[in-house]
């Protein structure tokens, strides 16, 4: 086994960005993904080695697959939607000793990998999903505000990003809007409306209407914390939530291939994602709260925000050096989430994020 590193989704917008940038750090990536002309292209202008191939269906890890990661200590799966991509590839990982790591932010991606824990450790295997934007910075904000608050009970995360989506995002969104929103509440996941709950909060940049949204931390905060109840916050206008309540009321027709089908191709022709000039001068915005309740009464409350570089800016960062560290065998065997692996203060070391408490 060498230290080599393998870029699932190499010629996509984030992947090839995070290619480019794994290049820059020296890791010498392998670059890999089904289109094989795309790949070509990426690889030459890279000089990085390249290998075509395509993911099986759930639960076969396939020999094609696990022929090609025997010889890579990890893999970073930028390849989404990862309800499509996450597990078979966990499954050749297993089968062949190889670290995984993904950029998801699909709850349900992060539910059946933590259910895996036990096989993972097993087989040797740290498998850590959501090293971009998508959790890190908001995981890292909960981990930093139970040690600031140890007895805390309930955590409420939010973000307020600047600047478009790519779209491999935008195809996941559209695809996890039959799903509905989602909540923790006394330790287990409770689906509702998206945007069913609403409050005032300042992210950073003065005070915005918020609404709930199903973001990857509804799961993660809890295995990273141990804190029970968990919502996730952004910014919505009351039109917003009207109108995702109308939505919500048409899952059927959304969940439906052929409107799939057409919003994808809707989204192919339309959605580019951020420029070079957005990613530099961008910026996002987290903000956290851990409250202690005692008796239906709140007794003490921490609340905690954070400034960090624009959204595929930070993703890139940290999604390659949480890969350089499990390269370097900084995480331990099983199921990890970026702040269990690597610390509350993981997110602080991308170039610009700055963090404040009250």
């Known amino acids: 086994m060498t230290d080599r590193l393998l870029v699932y989704g190499a010629y996509g917008y984030t992947g090839r960005l995070v290619a480019e940038r794994a290049v820059e750090r020296g890791l010498d990536p392998v670059l890999a993904g089904r289109d094989g002309d795309r790949l ?17 269906s759930r639960g076969d890890a396939g020999d094609v697959v696990a022929t090609h990661l025997a010889d890579v200590a990890a893999v970073l799966n930028c390849a989404g939607p990862f309800d499509d991509t996450a597990d078979p590839m966990v499954d050749a990982c297993l089968a062949t000793g190889t670290d995984y790591l993904d950029v998801t932010g699909e709850i349900p991606v992060f539910v059946r990998l933590h259910r895996r824990d036990e096989a993972a450790r097993e087989a040797g295997v740290t498998l850590l999903p959501g090293v971009g934007f998508d959790v890190v910075p908001t995981d890292c904000t909960a981990a930093h505000l139970v040690d600031r608050l140890p007895d805390a ?32 509440v006394d330790g287990e996941l409770r689906v509702e409306p998206v945007a069913s709950r609403a409050r005032t909060i300042d992210f950073g940049t003065g005070p915005r209407e918020a ?29 917003a939530r009207r109108l995702l309540g109308v939505l919500d009321r048409l899952d059927p027709v959304l969940d439906a291939g052929p409107v799939q089908r057409l919003l994808g191709a ?25 409250r202690a309740v005692r008796g239906g009464e709140v007794v003490d409350t921490a609340v905690s925000r954070l400034e960090t570089p624009e959204t595929y800016a930070l993703t890139v960062d940290t999604a390659v050096e949480s890969a350089r560290r499990v390269l370097r065998g900084d995480a331990e065997p099983g199921y990890a989430t970026p702040a269990g692996a690597f610390g509350p203060d993981f997110v602080l070391e991308a170039s610009g994020a700055e963090r404040t408490d009250e």
């Open 40 to 56: 070509a292209a990426v690889g030459r202008e890279l000089g990085c080695e390249t290998r075509r191939f395509g993911l099986p």
């Open 153 to 184: 009970t309930h955590l409420a995360l939010g973000f307020e990003t600047h600047g478009g989506v790519s779209p491999g995002t935008a195809r996941t969104a559209v695809a996890g809007l039959a799903d509905g929103g989602a909540i923790r």
């Open 211 to 239: 609404a709930t949204v199903p973001w990857g931390d509804v799961a993660t905060a809890h295995w990273t914390t141990g804190v029970p109840n968990v919502e996730v916050y952004t910014p919505m206008s009351a039109r």
């Open 266 to 290: 809707a989204i192919d022709r339309f959605v580019d994602g951020p420029d070079a000039e957005t990613r530099t001068s961008g910026a996002a915005f987290v903000w956290g709260e851990a």
